[in-house]
């Protein structure tokens, strides 16, 4: 489907014209931009059946537009866009990248302020020149110089299901060469750490340089930075870097665990073998003569060292290098459910009975279908009305699929500014299962969102806290909030709180389900999905799970449907 793209470009359109001052114009772009992105057909296949015509039939769609579409899926680019883009420098548009400037901001920045680029508007906002600005503040000062941090680390570290959507390809083009007879990913993407600085990938061979020559040679490569027998660096079509390192298999443990990392947990290690009178390196481990002892697995190399085993997602030496028996953490086929799932009904792509055929596939025990409620008027939300019928929709799939999974009646509520629900009581009553989430005013002190969320959790039908956290990885910062009583008043409550597994989310992150395990709240890992695509995530919301330290004893839903059922009734 080109849909997504036709909308992003004319909302660029739409961007430029802004920043431009022009008026009217953009409104007609974004107009068509949104009917483009909810259309349910492809919009390459209407221009190839009916031609402008049928561009000019989709809503908000004129002639003007229509013809700048059919050119894009023509030349694969949009003329009029190249000319306008040509008229303000690149490094304005780069603006629109910070939190909270959208193209009226920058507009008034360049044009008012002049401010060129991203280093011009930091300098600006650093020496009190913004605040004056019509429309701005000393508080839009902070937000930007905040803003401004997030986009920096967002361009060095991308998303771990981004990183992985990369390299996973690239694996298993490597693969078919049989020359290779073990390979792995390794670096923090082995270690499933939430952002990724680059691609860091392992081969056992006996013909390094054949391996060499068919890597650097693979289509996904733009440029190569180095080329060697053992390491080759390459920049990736998609920006980012990606290491290939070589070894024999006597040492590919010993490489396996190096590379792993991380930095301090392979320092902590070296100093145990020290200890012990040993020496660990990238090669194996070896004796002070520089005798080789092993290497070819990691796992002999821990047991030589007389330490427990410890899994990749726990190498960040917080501790598990002192651990005198092994932590059985939760195995990413642990879940038997998936409870945070939106439809059709408010801002999902997929029919409830999609998702629900999708869930069966997956091979789920149980589900819940939790749209969302009305005051996520952005997100469609339901009112009761809406509600009301949905769950009779529910009601008719739970006869159909009785047989195959257990479907469970469900909402993410809002939790309101006052720290009541979107829904009263009664309604609530009629659910199976709420999540209580907030999606409006983030900005509150510590102490205000602290006790909103504490109200939520002393409802007596709120059975999870959704994303707690609200953080958006390389976008938004988390609120502020005490998380120690959240946690403490959950686990009194029978609430569990989420771990979100969007990849943009991961909310709980990794340390604070640490924190949560350590205090034995309980935990439940969901997907939040918004297509049936979405409930493959459920595998980023585990791997952080697993940084956190939890058992399946932490997580609600790796409990049987009867077990999980009393958590969810409090009982
Ligand atoms: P990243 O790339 O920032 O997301 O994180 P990593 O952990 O993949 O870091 P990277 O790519 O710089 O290095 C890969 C692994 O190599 C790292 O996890 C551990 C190992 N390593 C790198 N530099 C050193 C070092 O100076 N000392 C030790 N002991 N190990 C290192
Ligand atoms: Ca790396
Ligand atoms: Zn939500």
């Known amino acids: 489907m080109k849909n997504q793209e036709v909308a992003d470009l004319l909302n660029e359109i739409a961007d430029v014209l802004e920043i431009k001052n022009i008026e009217w114009k953009p409104i007609a772009y974004r107009r068509a931009a949104r009917s ?30 229509g013809k700048k579409i059919a050119e894009y899926l023509e030349t694969g680019k949009i003329s009029e866009l190249e000319k306008l883009k040509k008229t303000i420098p690149e490094s304005v548009i780069n603006m629109l990248d910070i939190p909270g400037l959208g193209p009226k901001k920058v507009s008034k920045l360049y044009n008012k302020l002049k401010i060129k680029s991203l280093s011009d508007l930091e300098q600006a906002a650093r020496k009190g020149k913004i605040r004056d600005l019509e429309g701005f503040g000393e508080k839009s000062e902070e937000d930007i110089l905040m803003g401004l941090e997030l986009v920096k680390k967002g ?132 004796n002070r003569k520089n005798h080789y002892i092993c290497g070819k697995t990691e796992q002999e190399i821990y047991s030589k060292l007389s330490l427990v085993y410890i899994e990749p997602e726990m190498r960040e030496n917080t501790g598990e290098l002192e651990l005198k028996k092994p932590i059985n953490l939760i195995k990413y086929n642990s879940i038997r459910g998936d409870l945070h799932l939106h439809t059709t009904w408010s801002d999902g792509i997929n029919t409830t009975e999609e998702m629900i055929k999708t869930a069966i596939n997956k091979g789920y025990e149980y589900i819940a279908i939790t749209d969302h409620s009305k005051s996520s008027y952005v997100a469609n939300g339901l009112d009761e009305k809406g509600l009301k019928r949905h769950l009779a929709e529910i009601d008719i799939l739970k006869k159909k699929y009785k047989n195959k999974i257990n479907i469970l009646k469900g909402s993410e509520v809002d939790i309101l500014k006052d720290g009541s629900l979107d829904y009263s009581n009664k309604i609530l009553s009629e659910l199976d299962i709420i999540i209580a989430s907030i999606h409006s005013r983030f900005k509150g002190t510590k102490e205000e969102t602290t006790s909103r969320i504490i109200s939520a959790i002393n409802n007596e039908h709120v059975n999870v806290i959704g994303h707690p956290t609200g953080r958006l990885i390389n976008q938004r910062n988390p609120y502020d909030l005490d998380l120690n009583l959240i946690i403490k008043e959950a686990k009194k409550n029978k609430v569990a709180l989420e771990i979100n597994s969007y990849p943009s989310r991961l909310d709980l992150k990794d340390t604070n389900i640490r924190l949560a395990v350590d205090n034995g709240a309980k935990l439940i890992i969901n997907t939040d999905s918004h297509s049936t695509n979405n409930l493959d995530f459920i595998e980023f919301g585990i791997a952080q799970a697993r940084r956190g330290w939890s058992e399946n004893n932490n997580i609600i839903n790796t409990l049987p449907f009867e077990k999980f059922m009393k958590f969810i009734r409090k009982e």
């Open 155 to 286: 361009r060095e570290r991308i998303l771990l299901s981004t990183a992985l959507n990369i390299a996973n390809p690239i694996v298993e083009e490597l693969k078919k060469l049989k020359e290779i007879t073990k390979i792995d990913i390794a670096g923090s993407i082995r270690r499933r750490k939430e952002t990724i600085k680059d691609i860091d990938i392992l081969i056992a061979s006996k013909s390094p340089e054949k391996v060499m020559n068919y890597f650097t040679k693979l289509p996904e490569i733009k440029t190569i930075l180095a080329k060697g027998s053992t390491k080759s660096s390459v920049i990736l079509k998609d920006s980012i870097n990606c290491d290939l390192r070589v070894v024999n298999e006597k040492s590919y443990g010993g490489a396996l665990a190096y590379f792993t990392g991380s930095k301090d947990h392979n320092i902590r290690m070296r100093q145990l073998a020290l200890k012990k009178n040993m020496k660990l390196s990238e090669y194996g481990l070896f």
């Open 36 to 65: 483009i992105e909810s259309l349910p057909e492809d919009i390459g296949l209407i221009y190839n059946k009916r031609g402008l015509n049928g561009l000019t039939g989709i809503s908000g769609v004129g002639f003007g537009i």
